[in-house]
């Protein structure tokens, strides 16, 4: 069975930055699995794993516009401490799930100041060129509940690039919920807050 929409793929890979760092990995015996043609993979992957079969092993490069998107400026801003009420200690790389105006948005502190913090909502790995190394380990029909949700179901829930917006795994944190109304901006708070401290992972 080819790779094509609507069927479940599994794959081993290796995701390496432009200067040769390993930044995730998914190995054969431990492969990621997800539904194909329904976005579950940044769309340079999957655009490339399409129409292959079980077996084929291939590299290929994606570019920020078809992997994570460019880095944006206007995703960094300064936000007041008082917006993680409850947080002992705000520490650069800490990071936590935002409340914004287009939904939950992940974001990290890169600057902690006296009264405020500098949180960044870019993906960790945007505006970078990524060189993915893949082997199509298993292929599969999915189910027609499957293809309704748009993504595999499988005990433990489901597994994609865009299940935690930082990897291929399932994000799970602590349930400090922090909001505010003062923030003005539309970008990584909007007019709501940060809180659900989350692991820090690719």
């Given at each position: ?47 490339a ?19 994570y ?7 960094v ?34 600057e ?91």
């Open positions: 069975m080819k790779v094509e929409k609507n069927v479940v793929v599994s794959i081993a890979y290796q995701v390496r930055t432009e200067d040769g760092v390993l930044v995730d990995e998914a190995p054969v015996n431990q492969p990621l699995e997800y539904l194909q043609g329904h976005n579950n993979l940044v769309i340079g992957l999957e655009n794993l399409e129409g292959k079969s079980v077996g084929d092993k291939f590299e290929v490069r994606v570019k920020p516009e078809e992997g998107g460019e880095y944006n400026e206007n995703m801003q300064r936000v007041p401490k008082d917006v993680f009420m409850g947080v002992d200690e705000l520490v650069v790389g800490m990071r936590f799930i935002a409340d914004t105006d287009i939904g939950p948005l992940p974001v990290v502190i890169t902690v100041g006296e009264n405020d913090v500098v949180v960044d909502g870019n993906h960790m790995l945007a505006g970078q060129e990524l060189l993915f190394t893949v082997e199509v380990v298993a292929t599969r029909e999915a189910t027609l509940e499957e293809i309704a949700h748009g993504h595999i179901h499988q005990e433990g829930g489901c597994c994609s690039h865009d299940s935690d917006e930082e990897g291929h795994g399932c994000g799970c944190g602590h349930h400090h919920h922090h909001h505010h109304e003062e923030h003005e901006h539309d970008g990584c708070c909007g007019n709501h807050g940060c809180g659900d401290p989350i692991p820090n992972s690719v």
